[in-house]
Each structure stands twice: as structure tokens, then as C-alpha cells.
């Protein structure tokens, strides 16, 4: 089992590095896209930098890795589905610490959106209205975020997943939330961009 825990490790680490946000800033922007806006190599970024079109090409392909993460490791390990799950978590922290980029990636909102695909559509499903609707009435992206991945250590405690899975989705929950402290702080003083602002601009 420990074998098969370390592969499925190895997949949703693998899949998670793959940082389409750093690797689109650098072939069409000609930039480190962490050096701009709100330093993160994420969809919501890149679309505030270069355009909604780079947006939507990251926010997708990261979606993607999330879920390939979780159906590649389902389709190997059929038996145990928390190895699906494990992989999936991990997906979400390849994007979050990439070891190519000294592990400053992005997020990994949309990883984790995959990851719920991956699982169950219905899953997926929820939680893209637990990101959509409270960032569409807030007019922040982030606020979404929040809603996300304070949902992801619930939905692993109700889904019966083993204890050690439930700590660890509220330990990534509350290392998101940190990594997002630069998002309340604008927020509070009235300078974190708004969605509108950018799907609008001219």
C-alpha cells in the first residue's frame, strides 16, 4: 500500500507542476508572470496581465491537470479510490509549490476544481458554483477561493474519507488561506482588483 500511496503521490505531484500560467507569461508575454500583478502563476493572474484569452487557456488546462491527476491514478488503482483522492491533493500542491519554479506556483483553485471532476461530476459541479457564485456577487475572485477550499476538508469528512485525508484538506485549506493573505490585506484597503475591472477593461 505504501508503494501505491508513493505513485499516486508521484502522478498528482507530477501533473501539478505543470504551470501552464509561468510557461504562456513566458512564451507569449515574454514575462515571469510572478513578478506581475498579484505575483501568483494562476488563471486569475495571468487574465489581470495578458487577457482573458490566457485566462481561460490556464484556468482550463489547470482544471485538466487536476482531473487527469485523479482519473489516471483511478484507472491504476481501481480498488482504492482515497489513492485517487491523495493524488488529486497533491495536484493542488504541484501547483502550489512547483520545485522547477523554487516551488512558487500558483493557488490551485482550479486543480482543486478538476480534482472534484475527477471524483465525481456532481462534486465538480458543486464546487464550481462554491467558487463562481460568491465571486460574482462579492466582485472578487478570491472570496470564491475562500469558499472552495473551506469547503474541501467538509466534503472529505462527509465523502468518509480516513481521518488523516480530513487533516490533512483542513491543514492545505489553512495553508491557502495564507498564501491568500496579500488578497485580504488589498481587499481591506480597498486595492484587490475586482472581477468586473478586468473582464471590462478596455
Not at 3 to 31: D, E, P
Not at 185 to 199: F, N, P, Q, S, W
Request: glycine share 12%.
Amino acid at each position: 500500500m505504501i508503494a501505491k500511496a508513493a505513485i499516486s503521490v508521484l502522478i498528482g505531484y507530477a501533473f501539478g507542476c505543470i504551470q501552464s500560467a509561468y510557461l504562456l507569461g513566458r512564451l507569449f508575454g515574454k514575462l515571469d508572470i510572478r513578478e506581475h500583478g498579484s505575483g501568483n502563476a494562476g488563471a486569475s493572474n495571468i487574465t489581470t496581465i495578458m487577457g482573458v484569452k490566457y485566462g481561460a487557456l490556464v484556468g482550463i488546462s489547470d482544471v485538466i491537470k487536476g482531473l487527469a491527476a485523479v482519473l489516471i491514478v483511478k484507472g491504476i488503482f481501481p480498488q482504492n479510490p482515497e489513492l485517487a483522492f491523495l493524488s488529486g491533493l497533491m495536484a493542488i500542491i504541484g501547483h502550489v509549490f512547483p520545485f522547477y519554479l523554487k516551488f512558487r506556483g500558483g493557488k490551485g483553485v482550479a486543480a482543486l476544481i478538476g480534482m472534484m471532476f475527477g471524483l465525481d461530476w456532481k462534486l465538480g459541479v458543486l464546487f464550481v458554483l462554491l467558487l463562481a457564485i460568491p465571486a460574482l456577487v462579492t466582485d472578487y475572485i478570491v472570496i470564491g477561493s475562500f469558499t472552495v477550499f473551506t469547503a474541501l476538508p467538509v466534503v472529505t469528512y462527509l465523502l468518509g474519507y480516513p481521518v488523516s485525508f480530513v487533516v490533512g484538506s483542513a491543514g492545505l485549506t489553512a495553508l491557502i488561506f495564507y498564501l491568500h493573505r496579500g488578497n485580504i490585506k488589498r481587499i481591506i484597503a480597498g486595492d484587490e482588483t475586482r472581477i468586473r475591472a478586468v473582464l471590462f477593461k478596455k
